[in-house]
């Protein structure tokens, strides 16, 4: 069972270029989110899907875009890089059955480290 | 609006010693809390979750929290320091946004095990 897998695992990008990072899941989970990790500051949200078809802002959106392509994937956009961008970046899902009761733990993948030069 | 907050950035205890990792939440309605850990270069794991069935929760690797609703506080304990437990801990709290299980975590503890 894999769980979430996310793609890829490094990437070394230049300022200005575009890239999208991919998370699939496979525990067919109805939510699935999109954080940055930085030092000292913890997990801060980017974008969400609390369904297939639907996707919301976090609390850091600039500068990202999301496609929830399908149940299963959830991919995360740069239009153009810059170096505050630099991050590693996690994919989580949660949410069995017809809602997300709340009470359910979100699944994370091994996340994608991103450096803007 | 919620919030979680973890008190120290760094825990520095010897092996065998108590961890105590403290986290106070705020929420507007009753809250599901849980705590992950995160090995080096991986992501986050469960270790428990409080969900208003007992107060005191219990999970894995022999940690325990304990739910204070008169503190908002959801503290994490484990009697006996192991070396492998050192770690980045954080804290979580999920309450409703527009009908979604928002989550909001603090910014996490370093547990450091000394030998």
């Known amino acids: 069972n894999a769980g979430v897998t996310q793609t890829p695992k490094f990437q070394v990008l230049k300022t200005g270029q575009s890239m999208t990072l991919q998370c699939a899941q496979d525990?067919?989970?109805?939510?699935m989110y999109w954080y940055r990790q930085d030092p000292g500051m913890g997990l801060r949200l980017i974008y969400y899907?609390?369904?297939?078809?639907?996707?919301d802002k976090g609390e850091v959106p600039n500068g990202y875009n999301v496609s929830r392509l399908n149940k299963r994937e959830f991919s995360l956009r740069l239009e153009s890089a810059a170096p505050s961008q630099t991050s590693v970046y996690f994919c989580?899902?949660?949410?069995?059955?017809?809602?997300?009761?709340?009470?359910?733990?979100?699944?994370f993948g091994d996340g994608t480290r991103l450096s803007i030069l | 609006a919620q919030s979680v907050t973890q008190l120290g950035s760094h825990v520095s205890v010897s092996e065998g010693a108590l961890v105590l990792l403290r986290c106070n939440y705020s929420?507007?309605?009753?809250?599901?809390l849980f705590w992950y850990v995160q090995y080096p270069n991986q992501g986050l794991q469960l270790l428990l979750k409080?969900?208003?069935?007992?107060?005191l929760v219990k999970g894995i690797n022999g940690f325990e929290a304990e739910f204070k609703k008169s503190e908002t506080s959801f503290h994490l304990t484990k009697p006996s320091a192991h070396m492998s437990d050192a770690a980045e801990y954080f804290c979580?709290?999920?309450?409703?946004?527009?009908?979604?299980?928002?989550?909001?975590f603090g910014r996490g503890t370093s547990l450091i095990v000394h030998p």
């Open positions: 525990m067919n989970h109805n939510s």
């Open positions: 929420s507007s309605v009753p809250p599901y």
């Open positions: 979580a709290v999920r309450g409703t946004s527009g009908g979604s299980y928002i989550p909001t």
């Open positions: 989580a899902s949660t949410g069995k059955g017809r809602a997300d009761s709340g009470n359910q733990p979100q699944h």
């Open positions: 409080y969900t208003s069935a007992a107060t």
């Open positions: 899907s609390a369904s297939e078809g639907t996707t």
